[in-house]
T-cell receptor
Framework: AQSVTQLGSHVSVSEGALVLLRCNYS??????LFWYVQYPNQGLQLLLK??????LVKGINGFEAEFKKSETSFHLTKPSAHMSDAAEYFC??????????????FGKGTLLTVNP | DAGVTQSPTHLIKTRGQHVTLRCSPI?????VSWYQQVLGQGPQFIFQ???????GRGNFPDRFSARQFPNYSSELNVNALLLGDSALYLC???????????????FGPGTRLTVL
């Protein structure tokens, strides 16, 4: 079984500041990791995914995440926050384990607020 | 290209009623998954269908059922609605269900169900 913990249900940054959203995972087999963003009253949009190739993954809108196996982490970063980044961010894991690879297991989400 | 579409957008029902939610996947996608997102939480996996067969089921009661049609669209049915079924129901499609769990799931905008 796999699980995801997102540290901090709410993160507030100033426009132009570094964005750091934390995600730790638990998986008994090598995981596949995803970050999704959800704007108000919308579905989920994929930001980036890790599939065991490069450990540093670049996504859309200037976001990137680094897979650290030793720390079981997959934190999301962006060097400079923009007002349009304000949204809820979800980390998710799937794993190639006994046919359960179809299922995404999500964290509880982190609401990002960007202050002018 | 059209993304994942869901209908209706919003729905209000009373306890004990039945509801049917619909989803059309991205053209060419053969796999559809359903997720329930309760306010303030991450999405929870309900079902996955591939080639019209159920391939996975989450920890939901038998009141929840689904099916996939020959054109790969899908319906989620919920019987005997409870107040706790109030949530955003998300549909996601992917090209196919490989054995490595890396297929990206693309989400629709969701159906907001309110049970009174």
């Amino acid at each position: 079984a796999q699980s995801v913990t997102q540290l901090g249900s709410h993160v507030s940054v100033s426009e132009g500041a570094l964005v750091l959203l934390r995600c730790n995972y638990s998986s008994s087999v090598p995981p596949y990791l995803f970050w999704y963003v959800q704007y108000p009253n919308q579905g989920l949009q994929l930001l980036l995914k890790y599939t065991s190739a490069a450990t540093l993954v670049k996504g859309i809108n200037g976001f990137e995440a680094e897979f650290k196996k030793s720390e079981t982490s997959f934190h999301l970063t962006k060097p400079s926050a923009h007002m349009s980044d304000a949204a809820e961010y979800f980390c998710a894991v799937s794993a190639n384990s006994g046919g359960s690879n179809y299922k995404l297991t999500f964290g509880k989400g982190t609401l990002l607020t960007v202050n002018p | 290209d059209a993304g994942v579409t869901q209908s209706p957008t919003h729905l209000i029902k009373t306890r004990g009623q039945h509801v049917t939610l619909r989803c059309s996947p991205i053209s060419g996608h053969k796999s559809v998954s359903w997720y329930q997102q309760v306010l303030g939480q991450g999405p929870q996996f309900i079902f996955q269908y591939y080639e019209k067969e159920e391939r996975g089921r989450g920890n939901f009661p038998d009141r929840f059922s689904a099916r996939q049609f020959p054109n790969y669209s899908s319906e989620l049915n919920v019987n005997a609605l409870l107040l706790g079924d109030s949530a955003l129901y998300l549909c996601a499609s992917s090209f196919f269900m490989s054995g490595v769990g890396t297929d990206t799931q693309y989400f629709g905008p969701g159906t907001r169900l309110t049970v009174l």
